[in-house]
């Protein structure tokens, strides 16, 4: 009987596989795929949800002209003053719908994707970046703040970028054209947000490390960091001064609230488990990455904690969103570390996409992005469209959080909803993200017959929540003629009383 043997493989075989698998290390392949998956992942649902609280100030903000832009960063917003700029232009091209306001956000995501994959290569291997920029698409967080109108996003873009550059300005120290872009990029960054600039505490605990071997290290980074910090230093100024009124309602922080910060930064409490748990397991990787992942994701949480307990507390985890990309290095360097080969480390990536898929469904709600209390805004303004007539006016009840004015105004679109009734000046015209209402609301009338008031809440009677001056007029001259209850708000329609 003739025995059947497996033919021996071929010499040529491994040196093949060697050589395409160093080829694919070494082509764009390595961190586009990184990028089109978590683009992939951002764009899916994208215009869902309903604009949060911060993404209505953004489309407001945005809206206004750049004078108007400009004059209201000298009483509110300093901090997010880039942004507006750059949403000012973005809005002027592409328009203001769900997903023409949220792209930029999605495209930084993406970007951010690929910048980790090229660190990784850097730092670990090509495949622990890999891993890592697959990673990053998974995080929950990712996709809920790839959907967000607001600047977090090219926050993380900038601080994983300027990482990138920092790297490649250690590697090239006499180069000053690197120095130069890192220092752009941080310039870049403190512009975008200041908290995002606690990063250089790590950047500089790599410099100290590296300067063992090269002395001119540390001058090229104190000049190129103290470079992007000046141009950073008038939104400073401003911040500073503008921060208790702004922040006014974060309470300090406990040791508690430090330790409560990681999984909400990655919107998910299974997926921070499994990440943390895969960078435990990089414990054998090279001491520089290790390094330099390590602090970045533990002292800006610490210096931000620390820095709370002062006068103002700064301590809210989107701030410190920009540690994400750090973790998913960690992560993606313990399960390169732990895997054989790529299969494996496939298989463990669906498995934890799997894992984390109620959490991305959450991630794509309707009151996901911090709509208060559910308000139905698209709601209110589909009743009060329906029912609309030529003359008809506005009261809407807005306070902290609520945003009624803008959220209905936005779902009317703009030039097609009734006038406000009781508003002496909008908030663009008083360089305010508040508008100023009429002192003596009888005054402001002008015979409408009709009046629709949008309050929060579910109210039986809704002049119960109007201001006390202009539910006076109102109950005076008008009775209710229908009330519709939404979702965290009520809608009533009055009629002029004969």
Not at 140 to 162: D, I, K, N
Not at 214 to 240: D, S
Not at 425 to 445: F, I, K, M, Q, W
Request: net charge positive; with cysteine.
């Amino acid at each position: 009987m003739t025995t059947l043997t497996r033919p021996a493989p071929s010499s040529q075989s491994r040196p093949d596989r060697t050589r395409r698998r160093r080829r694919f290390e070494e082509t764009p392949g390595l961190w586009l795929c990184p990028a089109l998956a978590t683009l992939a992942f951002v764009l899916w649902g994208i215009g869902d949800p309903q604009l949060g609280t911060d993404e209505l100030v953004t489309w407001d903000v945005g809206t206004r002209s750049t004078t108007r832009i400009l004059s209201l960063l000298h009483h509110v917003d300093a901090v997010h003053g880039a942004y507006y700029l750059l949403m000012h232009g973005w809005i002027a091209v592409w328009g203001d719908s769900h997903t023409a306001l949220r792209l930029p956000s999605a495209l930084a995501m993406s970007a951010t994707a690929a910048v980790v994959a090229l660190i990784g290569r850097r730092i670990l291997t090509p495949r622990a970046g890999l891993c890592a920029g697959l990673l990053l698409a998974l995080v929950p967080a990712v996709s809920r703040f790839g959907h967000e109108a607001r600047g977090y996003a090219l926050v993380v873009l900038a601080a994983t970028l300027a990482t990138l550059l920092l790297l490649r300005a250690l590697d090239a120290s006499r180069s000053g054209w690197r120095w130069a872009a890192y220092g752009l990029c941080v310039a870049a960054a403190g512009l975008l947000h200041l908290i995002v600039l606690t990063v250089l505490t790590a950047h500089l605990a790599l410099v100290l490390l590296r300067a063992r071997r090269e002395r001119r290290v540390p001058w090229g980074f104190g000049f190129a960091a103290a470079a992007g910090v000046a141009c950073a230093v008038p939104v400073i100024l401003l911040g500073r001064s503008q921060a208790s009124r702004q922040l006014f309602w974060l309470a300090k922080p406990d040791g508690w609230g430090l330790a409560g910060i990681w999984p909400q930064l990655f919107a998910s409490t299974l997926c921070a488990g499994a990440v943390v748990a895969l960078a435990a397991l990089a414990w054998k990787g090279r001491p520089e990455a290790l390094l330099l992942c390590v602090t970045t994701v533990l002292a800006p949480p610490l210096v931000l904690w620390a820095a709370s307990h002062g006068d103002v507390s700064y301590f809210r985890f989107q701030y410190l969103l920009f540690t994400v990309p750090a973790w998913a290095l960690l992560a993606g360097a313990g399960l390169a570390g732990a895997t054989r080969s790529w299969l494996t480390a496939g298989v463990c990536l669906a498995v934890l996409a799997v894992l984390v898929l109620p959490d991305q469904r959450r991630m794509r709600g309707e009151f996901e992005h911090d709509v208060p209390h559910g308000a139905d805004y698209a709601g209110a303004a589909r009743t009060i469209r329906t029912y609309l007539r030529p003359g008809d006016g506005a009261v809407y009840v807005r306070g902290a959080p609520w945003m009624l004015d803008q959220g209905v105004r936005y779902y009317l679109r703009r030039g097609t909803g009734p006038r406000e009734v009781f508003l002496a000046s909008t908030a663009a015209e008083n360089d305010e993200l508040y508008p100023v209402h009429c002192a003596r609301p009888a005054g402001c009338l002008r015979g409408e017959r009709r009046i629709w008031v949008v309050v929060p809440g579910s109210h039986a009677d809704p002049l119960d929540a109007v201001p006390a001056g202009q539910a006076r007029v109102l109950r005076a001259r008008y009775t209710t003629y229908g009330t519709e209850r939404l979702g965290g708000l009520t809608v009533a329609l009055l009629e002029r009383t004969p």
